[in-house]
């Protein structure tokens, strides 16, 4: 009996190493930024004058290929980052990107549509919850509170403080950032690179969020002439049933949700990239459905994948059982009737 609980006591304090051991390593996330090959070329020996032996006559010596001594400066081993150089992103339209240490760069055609590029940077800071320290509209330039950028290669967060202006020349609007402070918990950054790939990080945020914006408000223009969404029945290549909606990917997207609520389908998990959508269907009372002025459907209540396809300036939706089957042609032309009465009672996002 002694010998079993001395064995238990063992494996508990073995059990409890292994759990220590494994909570250390995960918590330490520099592996993620280092080479995770041998480090065998740091034993490398240094180059040598050839010894010629007496007597032993060499060809003329080209001074072409000779390999100069230089002393390295950089990090190596584990201390060298492999992590590529953040870049600025040229999303908008006519735009491009100059990075250096000192600033990020968005240079921009002098054009009606950005002509309210600082009331949009100020948005996307708002909607993204950076805080303003200080802020002059007269002259387009302000200077953001600390900011935390959370990153799954750095065990304490970086925090950053950046100016940004808004200039305008004759031909061209430059949206600037530069770096106002960088810090790791209590300690002061001064490396340039990581200046860099912070501002560049910055640049990027404010490009994007600029650009779900003008996204946002095409959208909205297209579906205002548009109307009211038109569904009808149609099949893929394979010849399975599927529906069409007479308007592009990124309206129909965004008017789905509610339009699946709608007819009763409650939506779990979307994918916009893949045009993927989980869909619960649960049958609507015989009144609701008759407010629609539609037929109630004879799909079955479950849960359904639901495939949204983009076709240009039309899209596709085809729904598949939790089983893996696509509907039947008569309940693909129930579901396009009670689709097309919600798109017209529902909008978007």
Not at 269 to 277: E, V
Request: aromatic share 4%; hydrophobic share 35%; net charge neutral.
């Amino acid at each position: 009996m002694a010998i079993l609980l001395q064995k238990s006591k063992v494996m508990k304090v073995a059990g409890m190493s292994l759990v220590m051991l494994l909570a250390a390593c995960s918590s330490d996330q520099s592996y993620k930024r280092q080479v995770n090959d041998d480090e065998t070329y740091l034993e490398t020996p240094p180059l040598k004058a050839l010894k010629v032996p007496a007597g032993m006559v060499l060809p003329l010596q080209n001074g072409e290929y000779d390999i100069p001594a230089i002393a390295s400066k950089g990090q190596v081993g584990k201390a060298l980052d492999i992590r590529p150089p953040s870049q600025a992103l040229a999303l908008l339209s006519g735009s491009r990107t100059e990075n250096s240490v000192k600033s990020s760069k968005l240079l921009l055609e002098s054009t009606p549509e950005n002509s309210h590029l600082w009331s949009q940077i100020n948005n996307v800071l708002l909607k993204k919850g950076f805080q303003v320290s200080q802020r002059d509209d007269a002259s387009q330039t302000l200077t953001t509170d600390w900011i935390d950028w959370p990153r799954a290669d750095e065990n304490v967060p970086y925090q950053t403080r950046h100016r940004i202006s808004v200039a305008r020349q004759s031909y061209q609007i430059e949206l600037s950032v530069t770096n106002e402070g960088l810090r790791q918990g209590d300690h002061q950054i001064t490396d340039p690179l990581e200046i860099q790939r912070y501002n560049a990080l910055m640049l990027n945020e404010l490009i994007e969020g600029v650009n779900q914006q003008r996204e946002r408000i095409s959208d909205d223009s297209v579906a205002r002439n548009l109307g009211s969404l038109d569904v009808q029945s149609g099949g893929d290549t394979s010849g399975l049933p599927q529906m069409i909606v007479r308007a592009p990917y990124n309206i129909v997207w965004d008017r789905l949700p509610a339009a699946l609520e709608k007819v009763g389908m409650k939506v779990g998990s979307r994918s916009r990239s893949t045009g993927s959508i989980t869909v619960t269907y649960k049958s609507l009372s015989s009144s609701s459905w008759k407010s629609m002025g539609v037929n109630e459907p004879s799909i079955s209540e479950g849960d359904y994948k639901l495939q949204v396809g983009d076709l240009n300036n039309r899209s596709s939706l085809q729904f598949i059982s939790d089983k893996g089957k696509p509907l039947t042609q008569s309940q693909n032309d129930e579901l396009v009737a009670a689709l097309k009465a919600a798109f017209s009672q529902t909008t978007g996002l």
